[in-house]
């Protein structure tokens, strides 16, 4: 038997927390000063006596190639009106990934497979397991930074990663279900649908799409994505930014 769900809980009916929505900014200006020194550094800092404190030149911003923007003064208002949307689009994640899928998830109901969810979640750690070895981190050292959770031994973040593994393992139930109720179904006759989609949209080679979106992949995946990326659509306009 195949992990199936039996009843979608509509994600529209989760109330978010207050302290969710309620967005908080880092001084604007504090921000723009630190992006502007961060510049640049990165263009004079191999050439600046030690202890001098760099200046950002309009030959600096230039070298950046940022449509539209080609003065110092025109970068810092960039920078301030982007910041808004940027901070919008980082909580917005957090509440769809920490919030509101685990809680899709646990509202609805699945006959479970195991045995299926069990190998899908240590696959999940095994990856974490390798991204630390490469990163020259110990699991508890990436789990910590990963998931901003200090104090958490070895132990507890092995089992925090195998409980998102069988979360993120049921929403990609889920979601293939709840889209092909809607109609959308991901299956190797619309794979070349998408495919020629994406490369109108993006000007690459079909060969190149097919290399970067394998058909298993677009089986799998691709409707996580889209049911995600409808559930942020409806996060975004909750939240409250500062005026």
């Excluded at 769809?96 to 109901?109: A, D, I, K």
């Excluded at 104090?151 to 092995?158: F, K, T």
């Excluded at 179904?185 to 109108?200: H, M, N, R």
């Amino acid at each position: 038997m195949l992990t199936k769900v039996t009843t979608i809980y509509d994600y529209r009916n989760i109330e978010i927390p207050k302290p969710f929505i309620e967005l908080q900014l880092p001084d604007v200006e504090a921000f723009v000063d630190a992006q502007c020194r961060t510049l640049a550094l990165k263009h004079s800092g191999q050439d600046l006596p030690e202890g001098a404190e760099p200046a950002l030149t309009d030959e600096m911003v230039q070298a950046e190639e940022l449509p539209g923007v080609t003065t110092v003064d025109a970068y810092r208002e960039t920078l301030r009106r982007d910041l808004p949307l940027a901070a919008a689009s980082e909580q917005s994640h957090m509440i769809l990934m920490n919030y509101v899928m685990p809680q899709v998830v646990q509202r609805s109901t699945f006959e479970i497979n195991d045995e299926e969810a069990t190998r899908e979640s240590r696959r999940r750690l095994e990856a974490f397991e390798e991204n630390a070895k490469k990163q020259g981190l110990t699991l508890e050292e990436l789990g910590q930074r990963e998931f901003g959770l200090p104090g958490m031994d070895e132990g507890a973040i092995r089992q925090h990663i195998l409980y998102l593994g069988r979360n993120s393992f049921l929403f990609r139930v889920l979601a293939k279900e709840y889209l092909k109720q809607k109609g959308q179904v991901f299956d190797v006759a619309s794979y070349a649908g998408y495919v020629k989609d994406l490369e109108g949209a993006s000007g690459m080679s079909e060969d190149k799409i097919r290399e970067l979106v394998p058909i298993h992949i677009y089986m799998e995946e691709v409707p996580t994505l889209v049911m995600l990326d409808e559930i942020t659509a409806w996060i975004e306009p909750q939240l409250i930014i500062p005026a």
